[in-house]
């Protein structure tokens, strides 16, 4: 884990963690994978990321006052992280296998919703106060280019303020276990089950996309509705186990 810092700098460190990582793995003939499931049947590789904001050194999250005290900036933080998820998602999930993780029960997010201690949904509010209040954005996995994911992660935050979004309540019940009837009275929607649908959803959302530049998106997108057309027409071994000899 890292020590809380601004944005551009626990970027920086993350690419110098990866860096490192495979530098050292490399000497020692091994390697280093941040794949995030590189193994099915097992939890696959999170990027969990603890956000808050700050204002003259002090953290505008709290308020010994509010409504589980938190301030109210923290929770239309919230709802703009929850409304903007699903156009967010190809960012901070960038890959094909990146929706191999993003599965029940394999302590991944799935389900749109936040909580106060409850692990189920997207977001997390940790127990502590005070200085570290803060929200835990439990989606993004470490595939993701940490500069351009915490661009868009902080538009969605801060659209959410300007527009004043209600997050709704916290969710305490777990997620994974509710029928689709239960989530749908709750109004519980889910994140993109695949990198294809991720992209469509990215289009839609003029806020997500206006976090990064028109060269950088447009770039991005041609990029990686490439790589999900290699892969819809690619023969997986899956496929081969389970028809070949049936058909």
Known sequence: DFRYCDALTAADRIMTLKLTGKTIALKHNLHVTFMPKPVFGINGSGMHTHISLLYNGKNVFYDPKGKYELSKEALYFIGGLLRH??????????????????TPGYEAPVYIAWSERNRSPLIRVPAARGEGARAELRSPDPSCNAYLAFAVILKAGIDGIKNQIDPGEPVSQNIYTMSKEQRKSLGIESLPSTLNEALLELDKDEVVKSALTGHILENYIEAKREEWEDYRIRVHQWELDRYLTIY
């Open 85 to 102: 998820a699903k156009g967010f998602t190809a960012i901070t999930n960038p890959l094909v296998n990146s929706y191999k993780r993003l």
